[in-house]
């Protein structure tokens, strides 16, 4: 009688596997900061992984169609083991890349703790940069708390400067009707305030000068969470 077959390990990752032409020149420099803005890292030439998932299988696939509308080929697999690396090794490489940017932050975030007023303006865009890496660190880099701490106490410093200039106005900004392009892709969506939001563009309504707010209104509040498309 045969031994059972023993069942497969899950896929832990996914791998983009791409070549590009010479030309056009740029088009490496954008793929590369794609691969940046999603978080991909690099396996010894092989390619670039992720951690398997529906949001990583759509970043890819996006990026599978710009490099093939710019010449080149690419495809995306799933994969177990990859290189004889350990998936050990890989997640270092991950965690790595999170914690170059988190000691960038924790130096900023110092340097504005030496100042007697920080700009408010100045820790807002720390905490979304912050943010921005959170939603790229898949494996808890050990930088994130220390990085998140110093925000922490920048923010709770000017808390209460906040209280005293009084409300930011946003409220403002709820149930309004946002002027946008024809096309509403996530970067428009994302910024939809309230259950109610609505969105217009110039095709499906008459756009009437101070009918509505843009969508780039108050962008230094308002932003895509996911580290793409930012102002």
Not at 40 to 49: K, L, Q, T, W
Request: hydrophobic share 45%; with cysteine.
């Amino acid at each position: 009688m045969k031994p059972a077959a023993r069942a497969m390990a899950p896929c832990r990752w996914l791998m983009l596997l791409y070549q590009l032409p010479s030309q056009p020149a740029y088009l490496r420099t954008k793929v590369w900061r794609r691969l940046q803005g999603i978080g991909a890292v690099p396996v010894r030439g092989s390619g670039y992984v992720l951690p398997t998932g529906d949001e990583a299988r759509e970043d890819f696939h996006w990026l599978v169609a710009e490099i093939v509308k710019g010449g080149g080929e690419a495809a995306v697999c799933e994969a177990r083991l990859i290189d004889g690396m350990a998936d050990a090794e890989i997640e270092a490489q991950f965690n790595a890349a999170r914690d170059e940017a988190y000691a960038m932050l924790i130096d900023e975030a110092r340097a504005l703790l030496e100042q007697d007023a920080a700009p408010a303006a100045a820790v807002a865009r720390l905490r979304r940069r912050f943010d921005a890496q959170v939603a790229l660190d898949f494996f808890a880099a050990r930088r994130r708390e220390p990085a998140e701490r110093l925000i922490r106490q920048l923010e709770e410093r000017l808390a209460p400067r906040a209280a005293a200039q009084g409300d930011d106005g946003r409220g403002e900004l709820i149930g309004r009707v946002w002027v946008t392009r024809e096309r509403l892709f996530v970067d428009r969506l994302a910024c939809a305030l309230g259950g109610h939001a609505l969105h217009r563009s110039g095709r499906t309504l008459q756009i009437r000068p101070r009918a509505g707010l843009s969508a780039g209104a108050r962008r230094t509040a308002l932003r895509h969470v996911r580290g793409r498309d930012r102002p």
